[in-house]
């Protein structure tokens, strides 16, 4: 299975808060990321966190990262149908820096 | 413009040959990686370079290769060894490892037939 895991897909009525969830396993860790991707296109950085924060706000972003579950979680508030796409979480861990994904959530906002 | 560009965008490929997927990027970036894309899965390793004339393997190097021998280019090689070359094909590059951010290419779709 996959070392991050997130949940598969989410649906929301625009307007509405969206939550997406991710667990790590790598409590060494030091930055955790959140990826959009739009259809056939790259990956585009939202936000990113620090292992020894907790929260970070980023206009509509808010990013939850409790260390100790070794969860992270994305906030999108006022939620718009340009937010709908893949969402990605990825942990940076190791000598290589080697950036872990998950699977992608993907999110569908209704209008 | 400051970015990473991939080419092809869409690639076909007869079975049993070899095909290179082309990354350039002018953001002067250190490390540079290629991931692999398929359906309902993440972003998996394929190799990464943290500098030029070196690289390493990720994840599912197997039936792939990979050159740095300039500091923009990292180009990856899908060899007819790779059972299953389908995929979208991702290539990043970021600063030097610690550095907090990746950037991505627009991805080259190859398909097989």
């Known amino acids: 299975g996959e070392d991050v895991e997130q949940s598969l897909f989410l649906s929301v009525r625009e307007g509405d808060s969206s939550v997406i969830n991710c667990t790590y396993t790598d409590s060494s860790s030091t930055y955790l990321y959140w990826y959009k991707q739009e259809p056939g296109a790259g990956l585009q950085l939202l936000t990113y966190i620090f292992s020894n924060m907790d929260m970070k706000q980023d206009q509509r972003l808010t990013v939850l990262l409790n260390k100790k579950d070794k969860h992270l979680s994305l906030r999108i508030a006022d939620t718009q149908t340009g937010d709908s796409a893949i969402y990605f979480c990825?942990?940076?861990?190791?000598?290589?820096?080697?950036?872990?994904f998950g699977a992608g959530t993907i999110l569908r906002v209704k209008s | 413009d400051g970015g990473i560009t991939q080419s092809p965008k869409y690639l076909f490929r007869k079975e049993g040959q070899n095909v290179t997927l082309s990354c350039e990027q002018n953001l002067n970036h250190d490390a540079m990686y290629w991931y692999r894309q398929d359906p309902g899965q993440g972003l998996r390793l394929i190799y990464y370079?943290?500098?030029?004339?070196?690289?390493q393997k990720g994840d599912i190097a197997e039936g792939y290769s990979v050159s740095r021998e300039k500091k923009e280019s990292f180009p990856l090689t899908v060899t007819s060894a790779q059972k299953n070359p389908t995929a979208f094909y991702l290539c990043a590059s970021s600063w030097a490892p610690g550095n907090t951010e990746a950037f991505f290419g627009q991805g080259t779709r190859l398909t097989v037939v």
């Open positions: 370079s943290q500098i030029v004339n070196d690289f």
């Open positions: 990825a942990e940076k861990r190791g000598k290589g820096n080697k950036l872990v």
